[in-house]
């Protein structure tokens, strides 16, 4: 009833959900890793992440129909019934309105079958057609998913095509026997039908929900908390629309913000948005940066690996030429937020080029960024500013070299910052189906937040056409 494809559908929607919410169990087993104690913010440590996803994007991604064709046999009532079905299914999921997360998946189906059967020298030929409506609850909760049992309707209709009776004595008997049982058969079918589905419901979500569990948190969870990078989850949401979640990206030595969210930025734009306070990237870079003495090929690696992208500027123009930088210990890179302009400045207490040491020096760049044409568009202000970071008796042995410096520098990071760059398409999973494309639909950058939103392209199908599919 379920096909592999769609499991692996639901594997990866749930494993969206779980990068944001820590400390998942697995299913009957004990926690991996537990969820954390609840914070007591103090006015720093408010949270700085929002997250908001539409459930149209939840069914662009997940929704499906399928047709299958199969042979079956099956007794019921002491009969024996072979025949062929077609099965066209539809899964789509809803959003509930809940304190938590809360979410129901939905299975409805239409199967049409011929059957034949033989008793009693009586042969009797059918078509029936039996419809299936089934749900399954899932919440998610601080110390887990919590799930209800699968509940299904079902309803069956038959009408005999062909009946032929093999005996000499009683056939108008005989024929009116079998009408007279049709109602009491369609009965057992849709009875049949519901404990199956109820049963395969519970058996696949149950199994989904317990190997994603253990997968994502030695691919994800656990590399991320091994790096103080995992954010906690303040609090989480569901709507009849969508699904909420407010974060704090910090360790117990870092902020999160002052006031909470701007009144200035919407938390929910578009079908995913994202609303980044400025402390909660600077965070996140300190963990990953600080004290780090990287290469270009190491830095791309740590950002593809965690970001899911690598900049282009990060790839290597000259092979015989192998960059590295030595970041500062506290400030490796700072981003501010402010009347639509990101500024970024990268601190670096030192750079290499081969056996070339360059001294450490202060690199802060401005980009105006807006959304035009459905595409995220950066404008560099100005150029690279660059400054050594020496003082004292260490300045005066930069002096006139640092110019030299300053110009090798430039070069380099004109790369990784250009002049101008343009996102055509948001990043998404390798796997991400065509028909659930985004595209950039609002971008704000005020009093020390981003707020990016996405939407689906307009005229995407929320379900996929109908696939046809043969079992022998």
């Not at 062929?84 to 938590?100: C, N, V």
């Not at 020496?390 to 002096?399: I, K, L, S």
Request: charged share 20%; net charge positive; hydrophobic share 40%.
């Amino acid at each position: 009833m379920w096909s592999k494809k769609l499991f692996r559908k639901l594997n990866t929607i749930f494993c969206w959900l779980l990068v944001v919410l820590p400390g998942a169990t697995t299913s009957g087993g004990e926690a991996v890793y537990e969820t954390p104690a609840k914070l007591v913010f103090e006015p720093y440590r408010l949270p700085n992440m929002h997250v908001g996803i539409s459930t149209e994007l939840l069914n662009a991604l997940l929704a499906k129909n399928t047709r299958t064709h199969a042979p079956f046999r099956e007794n019921i009532l002491g009969t024996t019934y072979r025949g062929t079905s077609t099965t066209d299914a539809q899964f789509s999921l809803r959003t509930e309105p809940d304190d938590d997360i809360a979410i129901t998946l939905l299975w409805n189906a239409t199967i049409a079958s011929r059957s034949h059967s033989s008793t009693n020298r009586t042969d009797v030929s059918s078509r029936s057609t039996t419809h299936i409506n089934a749900s399954k609850k899932l919440i998610r909760q601080e110390d887990g998913w919590h799930i209800e049992p699968a509940q299904a309707s079902t309803s069956s209709r038959s009408q005999i095509t062909g009946l032929k009776v093999r005996r000499l004595f009683g056939r108008r008997i005989a024929r009116r026997r079998v009408y007279q049982q049709r109602p009491t058969v369609d009965r057992r079918v849709a009875s049949l039908a519901a404990r199956r589905t109820r049963q395969e419901f519970d058996h696949s979500v149950n199994t989904m929900l317990a190997s994603l569990e253990g997968d994502f948190d030695r691919r994800v969870r656990q590399p991320l908390a091994e790096r103080d990078l995992l954010p906690v989850v303040v609090q989480q949401h569901s709507t009849n629309d969508s699904l909420q979640l407010t974060l704090l990206q910090a360790d117990a030595e870092q902020q999160g913000t002052l006031t909470g969210f701007s009144h200035s930025v919407p938390q929910s734009a578009g079908d995913i948005s994202l609303s980044l306070h400025q402390s909660a990237f600077n965070n996140f870079a300190t963990d990953l940066l600080a004290g780090e003495r990287l290469d270009e090929d190491q830095l791309a690696a740590q950002l593809g690996k965690l970001l899911g992208w690598k900049p282009l500027g990060l790839q290597r123009s000259d092979s015989e030429k192998r960059w590295s930088i030595d970041f500062d210990q506290a400030n490796p890179l700072r981003v501010e937020f402010h009347e639509g302009i990101v500024m970024v400045t990268l601190l670096a207490r030192g750079f290499q080029i081969d056996d070339q040491a360059i001294p450490g020096a202060r690199l802060r760049v401005a980009y105006q960024l807006s959304v035009a044409d459905s595409q995220l568009v950066g404008q560099r202000q100005g150029r690279i500013e660059i400054m050594p970071v020496a003082t004292g008796p260490a300045a005066e042995n930069v002096g006139v070299r640092f110019q030299v410096f300053r110009s090798m520098l430039s070069r380099r990071f004109d790369r990784l910052f250009p002049a101008e760059f343009t996102w055509s398409e948001p990043p998404v999973a390798q796997n991400w189906p065509p028909h659930a494309a985004l595209y950039f639909s609002q971008l704000q950058a005020r009093d020390e937040w981003l707020q990016i939103g996405c939407s689906l392209i307009p005229g995407s199908p929320t379900y996929s056409p109908p696939v046809v599919r043969s079992v022998k």
